[in-house]
């Protein structure tokens, strides 16, 4: 996890390559707790096409662990939870030359 000081009841997104040009930030502060679920439609909503242009094709660690982002869920018991203090990050895909 990251050794910055996260405001209380808040989690850091730490954003990589085309998330920081879309976003035209590295990193952002969000309220904690989130279900994983609903991380993309927070984002979309706060930056509009975000999902379909960068999200949809980004991988997304939470402390440091590769998560896989379900569709919106109706099984709430096995839902992960994003939770204050974690540190997320969108990965986009990375092109080689």
Known sequence: MSSMNVPEGSFTVLYFASATSYT??????????????????????KYAGMKAKV????????????????????DNENEIIIKEGDEVAIIPPVSSG
């Open 24 to 45: 035209s930030k590295d990193r952002e502060f969000l309220p904690a707790p989130l279900p994983l679920s609903k991380l993309f439609k927070t984002l979309d909503g």
């Open 55 to 74: 999200l949809e094709s980004c991988l997304i660690t939470i402390n440091l662990e590769y998560v896989d982002v379900p569709e919106d869920t109706i």
